[in-house]
């Protein structure tokens, strides 16, 4: 079971409401990697988007929409990469007892409690439950009062008694927060994320937090359960999944793009992150939007 370090994040909704709700429909990229976490309930629907999702120790890669749910202190970054055209993302935040301690504890709201309990582990809701919830989700922002709080009751009821949804963290994931590391994680995710496409020495990453190469790579696999190449190797192939979908790059030349500098490597990677080869999986994206 996975331990790691992230920032608690402080949120805080309108006067006068419970739940934080908010639509976006511009995005600007931030610089900044965020592995944060926070005891609020966060339900992420992106309408027409794309981009890199990293929730506990799942990480993948979305395009066109999605629609998430992610339990109170599971560590997570930002979702998207860049919106297309007339594309929005919208967020709704909110604590486990915001109808109070008890609410959720009576028989008739049990199937939304297990809900709140399979979520600290994140949810991926499928493609049906996300086209007919998506609408509803993009409708709460314009409701105020005791009707939002009926709406999202329904919301919630649906998420709760649909099967169709996938859990990203299957084996678990327990948070361990140190503030004396949340500021080194960060910056080596930020690292990550800026330079995977090109080969990061050990040193490099370990001078950057101030630590010796040994010292760092006990640090990484205590903090999230692997090596540093194997984080590494993941970002580059969720990148080639994105090429693969998007792009009509061959499929070596996006092996060589995504910092693979062996073929044959790549595609061993590839197969044993996604459970195919990079030629089936391109084959099969042009029949699924996920």
């Not at 301690?101 to 949810?123: C, H, T, V, W, Y």
């Not at 099967?163 to 500021?183: K, R, S």
Request: proline residues 3%; hydrophobic residues 40%.
């Amino acid at each position: 079971m996975m331990k790691t370090k992230a920032t608690l994040k402080k949120i805080t909704p309108s006067f006068g409401s419970s739940l934080l709700v908010k639509k976006h429909v511009q995005f600007l990229k931030q610089n900044k990697a965020f592995w944060h976490f926070h005891p609020e309930i966060e339900i992420v629907y992106v309408n027409k988007g794309q981009g890199k999702r990293h929730i506990g120790n799942h990480i993948g890669y979305f395009n066109n929409s999605q629609l998430i749910l992610i339990g109170s202190n599971l560590p997570h970054m930002g979702f998207i990469d860049r919106l297309t055209t007339n594309g929005s993302e919208t967020l709704i935040q909110f604590k486990p007892d915001f109808l109070g301690s008890d609410f959720f504890k009576i028989p008739e709201m049990q199937a939304i409690e297990q809900l709140f309990e399979r979520a600290k582990n994140g949810i991926r809701f499928n493609i049906e439950i996300k086209k007919r919830i998506g609408a509803k989700i993009e409708e709460l922002a314009e409701l105020e009062g005791p009707t939002q709080i009926i709406a999202f009751l329904d919301i919630l009821k649906d998420l709760a008694l649909t099967n169709d949804y996938t859990i990203l963290n299957a084996n678990g994931f327990t948070l361990e927060t140190q503030p004396q590391d949340n500021q080194k994680i960060d910056i080596v995710f930020k690292h990550i994320n800026e330079n995977f496409k090109r080969s990061i020495p050990l040193e490099e990453i370990a001078e950057l937090v101030s630590m010796t190469v040994p010292a760092f790579c006990r640090f990484f696999k205590k903090t999230t359960s692997k090596t540093f190449t194997k984080l590494v190797n993941e970002y580059r192939v969720v990148h080639a999944t994105k090429l693969l979908s998007e792009s009509n790059m061959s499929i070596t030349d996006v092996s060589f793009e995504c910092g693979f500098n062996n073929f044959s490597h790549f595609n061993k990677l590839f197969k044993e992150f996604t459970g195919k080869p990079a030629s089936k999986y391109r084959g099969e994206r042009l029949n699924l939007i996920q």
